[in-house]
C-alpha cells in the first residue's frame, strides 16, 4: 500500500513526501480587533490550543519546549504505521481542542496553504462546539465560542489528488479569533430579558431579582416579554409543561449554549409550542429523558406559522421512540446550523400555508446506536396535506443526515402529487433529486415518489455499488429516480431496468471536452451497462469493456415514446476479441424470442473509441422491426464498422467520426433501409471507411461510378447540409451487389 508521510509543525521532505507546517505552528496565533491573546504557549493563551486526553491525540499530538502543539503523522510517532495512505482519504478525529480563556466570545477559525489538509470539528462524540465534521478553514467556516467553550478538532488528509513525489508543506498556519465577528448564523443578540435560575432570587448578587427583566425560567420571561423582544437563556432549564410562545421575539441562549432537559413529567404533545409568526429559536443545547412515554413528542413545534427561524441549536433525543424533534408548520421556514442526534427535522404545509419558501441547510441529523429512539422515518421530510408541493421552493444544502431511513431526505405531497416549484434552483424533479445528493452529505433522497441514490466509493457509504444505487432508486419509485455516483473505479457490471437516470460527477460535460473533472469508471464486462428500460439514461461516465464479449453499452429495447439517453460519456474497449464489440448497441430484441419494442434513443456527446482489432462499431443499430428515432448528436467517434439499419428516423449532426486506429482503418457508419435519415454538419477525417447510404427510391447524386464525391451524395441530398470531409473523399460500388453507395475515404 503506498502512503504517504505528514508532519504537521516540524519536519523535513522524506521519502513517500511529508507535509509540514513549519516550527511556528499555532504560535502565529493572530488575534483582530478586540481579542486578547497570549503567544507564549498555547497552552496559557487566553485562546488556547490543548492536546485531548484521547487515543490519538496519545499517538499524534506532541507539546513543544515552549508548549506548542505538534501533530505528527509521518510514522515517527507513537502510532502504529508509517504515514497516510496514498491516493486516500484519511480522517483523524480528537486530536486538541481550542478553548477560549478569554474574557468574551470569539469566533476562531484556522487559514493554511493546502488543499489536501482540512482542520475540522471532530466527528467523535467528544462535546464540543460547532456542527459534527464542520469545516473549520476559513471565516465563513468559523465557529463562535464564548468564555469556557472549545471546539474539538480533528483533521481530513485528502491524498487523492496529490502525486507520490508531491509534498504536503504547509509554511504557515494561522488560528484567527474574533471577537466582534459572530460566526455564520450565530450572531447573538444583546437580551433584552435574561433567564437565569441561578441569579434570581440571589440577594447577595448584583443581578438579583430586583432587576424586573431577570426570570427563573424561560416561561415566566415569555408571558412578560414584549413583542419583537430578545429572550437570553443564561443558565440551565427544566421543561416540565409545554412553554408557549405567542408573540413574534427572539429566544437565544448567550454567554455559552445552556442546556435545556424536557423532564419526564411533560404532559404535552411539544415541549415549545410556537403560535405566533416571525419566532426565532436559537443557541440552545436540548435534550430529553425518560418521558416514561411511548409517544411521537416534538421539541418544537409550530402549526400555519410565517417567518419561523430555528437555528444553532444542538438536540438530543435520549426517548425511547423515534420522533421529529422540530415539527413546524408554515411558510418562509428557516432551520439552520442545527445538530440533531436520534430525532428527525419535519416541516409540514397546509391549505393555510399557500405558498412560499423554506431553507433547511447546514443541519447534521444523525441516529446513534444507542439502541433506543431514533429518526422517526426520514432525517429532513416536507410534506404537503391539502395545498400543491408546486406552490413551494425548497433551499436545501449543506446537511448532513447519517444511519435515517431510506431516503434520507423527502419531499413529497400528498394531496395532488405535485413536484416543487423548485429545489436550490432546480424545476426538473430529477435534477432536483440529483440537487439533493449533490448539495448534501446524505446517500439518499426522494421527491414525490421518485427516488434518489448516491453511491460513493469511500468507506461509510449506504451504496457501495452503483447496482445498488440504482435498484433503490428504482425502488417503489413512480419514475424520474436518479442514481448519482463519485468518482472512482466500480468493478461491475450495470443494469438500469426503471426508469432511473445514472448520473456520474461529469454529467453534463460532454466526452470529448477537456474541462472534466475525476471520472467515475465503469470497468465492466459485455455489457458493462445496459439500459432496459422507457426513459433509462446514463450521463457523465468512463464505461471500460473488456472487449472479449458483448457490447459496451447495450440498450436493447424500449418503448416508442420514451426515449433511452446515453450523454456525455467516455466509452473505452481495446482488448482482442471476436464477433462484433459495439461501444454502445441499440437493438430491438426479446430474449425469449419475441418481437422487442421499436427502441428510441438519444446518444450525445459521447466519446467512443472501439479498437479491437475485430469487426465492431462506435455506434451499431440493428436487428429486429424498426426502431423509431434515433438521434445521434455532437459524438467524437472512433470504431471498426458502425451500422444504421430499419431505422424510422435517424438524424446524425455535429459529429465527429475518424478511425480507431491504423489496426482498425474501417470506420463510421453503415446506413441501410432507413425511412428517414438526416446528416448535417458532421466532420468526416481519415480513412473512416464504409459509409452506405441505402435509399435506392431516389437516385439522384448516388453515382456508383466512382464520378461523384462524398459531398456530393450527403450534402446535396434532401436535408443534408453542412458535412466536411478530408481530401481524397470519393465514392466507390461496394461490390456487394445490393446496390448500395458506399463512401470511402482515403488516409490522411
Known amino acids: ?15 513517500g513526501g511529508t507535509a509540514a507546517f513549519g516550527t511556528e505552528a499555532f504560535t502565529s496565533v493572530e488575534a483582530e480587533r478586540n481579542v486578547d491573546v497570549n503567544v507564549a504557549g498555547d497552552q496559557s493563551a487566553f485562546v488556547a490550543i490543548q492536546p485531548l486526553e484521547s487515543s490519538n491525540a496519545d499517538k499524534y499530538v506532541n507539546i513543544e519546549d515552549d508548549d506548542t502543539i505538534e501533530l505528527n503523522l509521518d510514522g515517527d510517532n507513537e502510532g502504529p504505521g508509517e504515514g497516510v495512505n496514498q491516493d ?8 486538541f481542542r481550542v478553548v477560549n480563556q478569554g474574557s468574551q466570545t470569539a469566533s476562531v477559525f484556522f487559514e493554511d496553504e493546502s488543499d489536501a489538509v482540512t482542520f475540522r470539528v471532530t466527528q467523535s462524540t467528544a462535546e464540543t462546539s460547532g456542527s459534527s465534521g464542520q469545516s473549520l478553514e476559513s471565516a465563513s467556516n468559523s465557529v463562535e465560542l464564548a468564555v469556557g467553550e472549545q471546539v474539538v478538532v480533528g483533521l481530513t488528509i485528502d491524498t487523492l489528488d496529490i502525486g507520490s513525489g508531491d509534498p504536503l508543506i504547509l509554511d504557515d498556519v494561522t488560528l484567527r479569533a474574533d471577537a466582534t465577528a459572530s460566526a455564520p448564523g450565530q450572531s447573538i443578540p444583546q437580551p433584552e430579558y435574561v433567564v437565569d435560575s441561578d441569579v434570581f432570587g440571589d440577594s447577595d448578587n448584583d443581578d438579583d431579582n430586583n432587576n424586573e427583566n431577570i426570570f427563573p425560567t424561560i416561561s415566566d420571561a415569555v408571558s412578560a416579554a414584549e413583542s419583537d423582544a430578545v429572550i437570553g437563556v443564561r443558565s440551565a432549564q427544566d421543561i416540565g409543561s409545554r412553554i408557549t410562545i405567542d408573540k413574534p421575539l427572539t429566544l437565544s441562549g448567550f454567554e455559552g449554549k445552556p442546556p435545556i432537559d424536557v423532564t419526564a413529567s411533560l404532559s404535552d404533545d411539544e415541549a415549545i409550542a410556537v403560535e405566533s409568526d416571525d419566532v426565532t429559536i436559537q443557541n440552545l443545547d436540548l435534550s430529553y429523558n425518560d418521558l416514561g412515554r411511548d409517544d411521537d413528542i416534538h421539541l418544537i413545534s409550530g402549526i400555519n406559522r410565517n417567518g ?5 441549536l444542538d438536540i438530543t433525543s435520549n426517548a425511547s421512540f423515534d420522533t421529529n424533534a422540530i415539527d413546524i408548520r408554515g411558510v418562509d421556514l428557516e432551520i439552520v446550523d442545527n445538530t440533531v442526534t436520534d430525532a428527525g427535522i419535519q416541516v409540514q404545509h397546509d391549505s393555510e400555508s399557500g405558498g412560499g419558501s423554506v431553507t433547511i441547510s447546514g443541519n447534521s441529523v444523525t441516529e446513534s446506536d444507542s439502541g433506543g429512539g431514533g429518526i422517526k422515518d426520514e432525517g429532513i421530510v416536507a410534506f404537503t396535506n391539502n395545498t400543491g408541493l408546486g406552490n413551494f421552493s425548497y433551499t ?9 431511513g431510506t431516503p434520507a431526505i423527502k419531499l413529497t405531497d400528498l394531496s395532488s402529487q405535485e413536484s416543487p416549484q423548485d429545489v436550490n434552483g432546480e424545476s426538473d424533479k430529477q435534477d432536483q433529486i440529483e440537487a439533493l445528493l449533490r448539495d448534501n452529505d446524505v446517500f439518499s433522497a426522494r421527491i414525490e415518489g421518485s427516488n434518489g441514490a448516491q453511491v460513493q466509493t469511500t468507506s461509510g457509504s449506504t451504496f457501495s455499488t452503483i447496482q445498488s444505487a440504482v435498484d433503490n432508486a428504482a425502488a417503489g419509485s413512480q419514475g424520474d429516480g436518479v442514481a448519482l455516483a463519485d468518482s472512482g473505479t466500480f468493478t461491475e457490471s450495470i443494469t438500469v431496468d426503471d426508469d432511473v437516470s445514472l448520473r456520474g460527477p461529469n454529467a453534463g460535460t460532454p466526452g470529448q471536452d477537456s474541462a472534466r473533472g475525476e471520472e467515475a469508471i465503469i470497468d465492466g464486462g459485455g455489457p458493462a451497462v445496459t439500459l432496459d428500460a422507457d426513459k433509462a439514461e446514463i450521463d457523465g461516465f468512463r464505461v471500460e469493456g473488456d472487449g472479449s464479449s458483448g457490447d459496451v453499452i447495450d440498450i436493447p ?24 464489440i459495439n461501444g454502445i448497441e441499440v437493438v430491438n430484441s426479446d430474449p425469449d424470442g419475441g418481437v422487442g419494442k421499436p427502441a428510441s434513443a438519444i446518444i450525445e456527446g459521447n466519446d467512443i473509441k472501439i479498437d479491437t482489432g475485430t469487426k465492431g462499431a462506435a455506434i451499431n443499430a440493428l436487428s429486429g422491426p424498426n426502431h423509431n428515432t434515433i438521434t445521434v448528436r455532437n459524438n467524437r467517434l472512433r470504431g471498426d464498422i458502425g451500422g444504421y439499419r430499419d431505422i424510422d428516423t435517424l438524424t446524425v449532426e455535429d459529429n465527429e467520426i475518424l478511425p480507431a486506429s491504423a489496426a482498425a482503418p474501417n470506420s463510421a457508419m453503415d446506413v441501410e433501409g432507413v425511412e428517414s435519415a438526416t446528416f448535417t454538419d458532421n466532420t468526416f477525417r481519415g480513412d473512416v471507411g464504409d459509409l452506405a447510404y441505402d435509399d435506392d427510391s431516389e437516385s439522384t447524386g448516388n453515382s456508383n461510378t466512382g464520378a461523384a464525391t462524398a459531398t456530393s451524395v450527403l450534402n446535396n441530398k434532401d436535408g443534408n447540409s453542412g458535412n466536411t470531409f478530408d481530401p481524397g473523399a470519393r465514392v466507390v460500388n461496394g461490390g456487394d451487389g445490393d446496390g448500395d453507395d458506399l463512401i470511402e475515404f482515403s488516409n490522411d
Open 88 to 95: 486516500a482519504i484519511t480522517k483523524v478525529e480528537d486530536l
Open 1 to 15: 500500500m503506498r502512503r504517504r508521510k505528514l508532519l504537521i509543525s516540524i519536519g523535513a521532505l522524506g521519502a
Open 308 to 312: 419561523i427561524t430555528v437555528r444553532d
Open 557 to 580: 429495447e424500449s418503448g416508442t415514446s420514451n426515449i433511452v439517453r446515453v450523454k456525455n460519456n467516455i466509452v473505452r474497449t481495446s482488448a482482442s476479441g471476436s464477433g462484433f
Open 396 to 404: 436545501i444544502e449543506d446537511n448532513r443526515v447519517r444511519d435515517a
